[in-house]
């Protein structure tokens, strides 16, 4: 779980993704090396400060965002968020200014406007997110940020194995998005790949439980297609593996962007569990992680 | 109306649109040797659920969604919507899951969340639409899901005698979209169209009335271009149709896809005016699908 | 300031842009031979009401929209908002209908629901526009639609000594935008241009003040790519510009649509600040408008 810590601790919110950008060329380049199979990986100005690997001859396409929600300094101490962050009174902030580096504390005044505690004035356009405080117990990962170090680090994992696909590196998923319509652009133009998993975090819920595997969505906000998701639903049971099916109304993903793309993507949103998400205690249970990985591997190999 | 009957009986929730899509496609491949244009059937993998049809040279599209609001099955009786239903308690929904068919009746909590009562468990994830009660008086049908099917069937009746023109097909259009604008990127990059009349089924309001015509939506929740909008009202003078005008602030249609999508697309809602939209009783008066018909003919050859 | 007073005075709401666009055709057709470098012009059908300037080798776009907010006529004295209008009760509405020109007074009913006072009934469909009451006082424009007619208007002065670069006169941006996809795939597949700013005006506010300076925004609704801001912020300090920064969780622009575009675009918002927007008495420091101008020429040339 080293890794997933590292990737937790990196400061990366939504438009400013770049550290996170540059740590990832890092892991890569040197670990691919190690992989089954080598990936080609494309970056650079024409993909701002996504990332996609290509592995083989790729049918199907792994989605990973690898922005954070957290906040944007305004003026007269005031925050603005960035995505939708859910935090208490008093939760530690973290960033960077001209002045130096910045830990402060959340606070809310009477209508809920968030705003900052600090010695000095934070300089307009700061960003901040939480203070990682990393839990590591027998049967849970705790930590700001699961959402989605968690699905980046999934797709790392599945990376060492994997003979044909793509693992793509998006931005902005937290707030509006943005990245995702170029890269389906992308790797459909170059390489026909229109099979899309998205490799995110969604929500212990009524009818999803912590530590019973991973979620396939049947739906969100979005509705994905339905033959495309039955799909996945039958090589899940025939490979036997664990999982759980949801079916919300709400929340959204990389898979929004893809639905709405000029091009026929299918997708489907398949993800671990987490409790308290947004807020700085996010919470998933070991074992739907290791579900998470076994199921991306079986779908890349079988879709 | 035997056709119009059908089309209705078909389940094809948004996202599950393959019934009516293998229904079309039967009817169209028997049907078009009798028709004045034979035209070119596109449909498959890179369409996902939609169909194309192109006939001679086309200068204009007519953009018939073939999807229709429902409801889909979550865990504890609990239903989400698909799109926006307006259905009171005790409507009766059917569906199927893997234990058989189903038919439950709707009903709702103290805090208005949809629910079933039914005599036993629902498969996660199974679509439930309106059970259908076709009704065909002197002068209207009332039915669930004219929106759309009548906008289809109007579609298939033009076909009859189209010379020269696209009719699309398009999925999703009551929960969000998503097939438009690869279908819009289709037919201007092969054939250049970038005309759209958008076959669906409007509203009667305080200004639109039953029995008085087709309606030309000058607006709804989205703006066409004037120019565009008034070279049909023209064409529909000239050529001495009854119609309508609507101006609205509410709704959307295939139309807002078109406007948005990287392609410079005129678009204008035509559609037969209806009552109780949204519910199982959905209601149009038979001489504005005659009118919806006869306009579509006019402007498909004049435009 | 005889040119903005005349742009001011062009009734051109969102879906109705062609007459600005005719005088903007005219102007820029006659004016072109005294600019430094004469700009090829892409319009017409292919751009619907659109205008594109290229100069030189362009590697920066400057984005005006063209459109402004008003009412359309719907039926029993009823208005429907283009954009969203902020006016009070007895403002001064202009249109023209099949029966001639209008000047109407608009008013509420009890569920603020917006109506006309006119003699007679006005067609179906008309739209309607601010009345025009151009001020020019010692330090400051005060009139209708400064948003976008000002950002036009430095789009045109900035034209006149630009060496390499595009202007882009865009449409429907007031109401939920439509042109920006296609002009976006337009210059980025032709030109390769993936640099923009957009010339629009922004809000005067807790922090930005009217006569200090135009404002680069760091974020609204959206949130750009923040390496690219911070290269505009170091070329406007190095170039020593007046400005202010902006921090805004509100307000959106063509930056959003370019954003979400399938190509990779970097943005970023820049223009003066304005006192009371969208009313009939939008109001900006004359110092604004020039820095305005000098920032947007020292830009296009460093980025």
Known sequence: MKLLKQLCEIHAPSGEEYRMTEFLLKYIKKEKKKWKTEPEIFYGEEFQDCIVLKFGKPRTAIFAHIDSIGFTVRYQNQLLPIGSPDAEIGTLLVGEDSMGPIECSLSFDNENHA???????????????????????????????????????????????????????????????????????????????????????????????????????????????????????????????????????????????????????????????????????EKVHKDDIKSMISLYEVLMKDL
């Open 115 to 281: 705003f900052y505690n600090f010695g000095r004035q934070i300089d307009r356009g700061t960003s901040l997110t939480y203070k990682i405080d990393f839990r590591d117990s027998k049967s849970f990962i705790q930590t700001p940020y699961l959402d989605n170090r968690l699905g980046v680090y999934v797709a790392l994992q599945v990376a060492e194995t994997l003979k044909d696909g793509v693992i793509v590196f998006s931005c902005w998923e937290e707030h509006g998005g943005g990245s995702v319509p170029y890269l389906a652009k992308y790797i459909y133009e170059n390489w026909k790949v229109k099979q899309a998993l998205i490799a995110d975090i969604t929500w212990v819920s009524d009818g999803v439980e912590a530590g019973k595997g991973v979620a396939i969505s049947m739906r969100d906000r979005n509705l994905p297609r339905r033959k495309f998701v039955n799909q996945l639903i039958e090589i899940a049971r025939k490979r036997k593996q664990k999982f759980q099916l949801e079916v919300e109304g709400m929340g959204s993903s990389d898979g929004r962007e893809l639905q709405v793309s000029p091009y026929p993507f299918d997708w489907c949103f398949v993800g671990a569990p987490q409790q308290n998400p947004h807020t700085p205690d």
